[in-house]
């Protein structure tokens, strides 16, 4: 029975010292996502800083983009009307050509 109590024994401290290695390497895993999640944190932060700073040149620039949108759209109205008068004034001295 002694060799017995003895081999348990030994079992038992070498599963406690399994235990305790899948434990420690669980809290070096644990450690690890803890600075992973903390880098991750602080790239979140800075990226949401910057877009709140530049959010003023972000609304200018829009600004710019519609109002360049709405001048470009004038023009091709203006264009269009002028291409329209010529297009109406050479067919009106067609006209009066072929009426004489």
Known sequence: MNENTDELVI?????????????????KQIQE?????IDM??????IIDRQSQYDPT????????????VLKWVLIIIVGTLGTIATANTAWEVIQKWSR
């Open 41 to 46: 944190s602080y790239q979140m932060t800075t």
């Open 33 to 37: 996502m803890k600075s992973m999640i």
């Open 58 to 69: 972000m609304m200018t620039l829009k600004t710019v983009m519609t109002g360049g949108i």
């Open 11 to 27: 079992l038992r401290r070498d599963m406690d010292r399994q235990r305790q290695e899948r434990i420690d390497h669980l809290e």
